[in-house]
């Protein structure tokens, strides 16, 4: 099993966080480690309480335990000083999301990385934002090609008006680019 380095944490990212300038926003020292595979578990989108607002004005990713399931993602190590960064980004003080100890496998092996499941679950499509900030991430990051396709097939919320993706643009326009 590989483990991070000292003073660094892995981190299994499958929702907005496939993203590099998406998790740089809050935890500048992300840096990629390997594509990575979850066993027994789907990707689901919802909202932590019913009628709530979110800066994605939709629902989030979040992992649902299903046998003979699989979901792929993003392994990050993080440097441990980022990890109350990363609770707060995923309101786990707010009990929205709560972290999970999940073994991933890679091609060199598995990886026992950090990573979230929502509280309260109530079902919720996310908003087209959401889904190209994860669509992106996917490309980015080189998950499979069938992968994301099953990504780029998920319906949304037709929602159309300003969201944190306008602020990750930003920072790509300044700089940065996929």
């Given at each position: 099993?590989?483990?991070?380095?000292?003073?660094r944490?892995?981190?299994?990212?499958?929702?907005?966080?496939?993203?590099?300038?998406?998790?740089?926003?809050?935890?500048?020292?992300a840096?990629?480690?390997?594509?990575?595979?979850?066993?027994?578990y789907?990707?689901?989108?919802?909202?932590w309480?019913?009628?709530?607002?979110?800066?994605?004005?939709?629902?989030?990713?979040?992992?649902?335990?299903?046998p003979?399931?699989?979901?792929?993602?993003v392994?990050?190590?993080?440097?441990?000083?980022?990890?109350?960064?990363?609770?707060?980004?995923?309101g786990?003080?707010?009990?929205?999301?709560?972290?999970?100890?999940?073994?991933?496998e890679?091609?060199?092996g598995?990886?026992?990385?950090?990573?979230?499941?929502?509280?309260?679950?109530?079902?919720?499509p996310?908003?087209?934002?959401y889904?190209?900030?994860m669509?992106?991430?996917?490309?980015?990051?080189?998950l499979?090609?069938?992968?994301?396709?099953?990504?780029?097939?998920?319906?949304?919320?037709?929602?159309s008006?300003?969201?944190?993706?306008?602020k990750?643009?930003t920072?790509?326009?300044?700089?940065n680019?996929?």
């Open positions: 099993m590989t483990v991070a380095s000292a003073g944490f892995m981190y299994f990212a499958f929702g907005s966080n496939l993203l590099k300038e998406r998790l740089q926003l809050a935890n500048p020292s840096t990629f480690f390997s594509i990575g595979r979850l066993k027994n789907r990707l689901n989108f919802g909202l309480a019913k009628n709530v607002e979110t800066i994605w004005h939709g629902g989030a990713a979040t992992i649902e335990f299903c003979d399931s699989e979901l792929w993602g392994i990050w190590t993080l440097s441990d000083e980022d990890s109350s960064n990363l609770d707060s980004q995923e786990v003080s707010s009990g929205i999301y709560s972290p999970l100890e999940v073994s991933v890679m091609d060199k598995t990886v026992l990385c950090r990573t979230y499941q929502m509280n309260n679950f109530h079902p919720c996310p908003s087209p934002p889904k190209q900030v669509c992106m991430g996917a490309e980015q990051n080189g499979p090609e069938e992968y994301l396709m099953k990504l780029e097939a998920i319906q949304t919320n037709n929602y008006g300003p969201s944190i993706l306008d990750i643009k920072v790509v326009e300044n700089g680019s996929f």
